[in-house]
């Protein structure tokens, strides 16, 4: 009697076919890996954003109110800290903005209140002083510098105040930022003189 051998079929895997599966699902992976990275930078991007633009609004709610309500400019610095103090004289109040460009905040104070952070992470701070009237055209409302008959800024002849910020974030601990830049125009409506 002769016994045939039976030819079972192949248990597992050939090299090939386990070479393009390891290939296929590592593609996969590294695709959804990137995907992941992507989402999550882009997430954070506008969660920074979301919340630095509040912060900015708040802050030109906040300092815009102090400044169309004060009756005066009484000083004012450019040089590290910067600041803008100005008088409410009807309500016996000072109110100093300033900005720190080594902490990078802006902090508000008001007369018997602490000091009270309003911007953080402020990479750029600035402010403009003009005087009470504009040069008004035909085509264009241009103001002139508050200065005095020197040429030398004056708070005193102080009517509109410009101010802009830029604020940024890091994402993911790399510096692509998110930024948030504001600009404002404010008139001291109680000026007096």
């Known amino acids: 009697m002769v016994t045939r051998s039976k030819k079972l079929p192949p248990h597992g895997f050939t090299l090939i076919e386990l070479s393009v599966a390891t290939g296929c699902a590592a593609i996969l992976f ?58 409410n004289a009807t309500a016996q109040k000072l109110v100093r903005i300033e900005y720190n460009a080594n902490t990078g905040m802006v902090t508000y104070q008001e007369t018997g209140s602490s000091i009270k952070t309003n911007l953080v992470q402020c990479d750029k701070w600035g402010f403009e002083l003009y005087s009470r009237y504009p040069d008004i055209t035909s085509t264009n409302i241009s103001f002139y510098p508050c200065t005095n008959s020197s040429g030398v800024l004056d708070p005193s ?5 410009n101010l802009s910020w830029t604020c940024s974030r890091k994402i993911l601990s790399s ?3 998110t930024e948030s830049v504001l600009t404002a125009q404010i008139v001291l409506r109680n000026k007096v003189k």
Do not use: H, Q
């Not at 630095?52 to 708040?58: E, G, L, P, V």
């Not at 002849?157 to 105040?161: E, G, T, Y």
């Open 30 to 87: 590294i695709s959804i890996l990137v995907l992941t990275v992507f989402t999550a930078r882009t997430y954070s991007m506008v969660t920074n954003y979301v919340e630095m633009d509040a912060k900015s609004r708040n802050t030109i709610d906040t300092i815009s109110r102090e400044i169309r309500d004060s009756t005066a400019l009484l000083a004012f610095s450019t040089n590290n800290p910067s600041y803008l103090l100005f008088t």
């Open 157 to 161: 002849f102080c009517k509109l105040v």
């Open 175 to 177: 510096k692509l930022n």
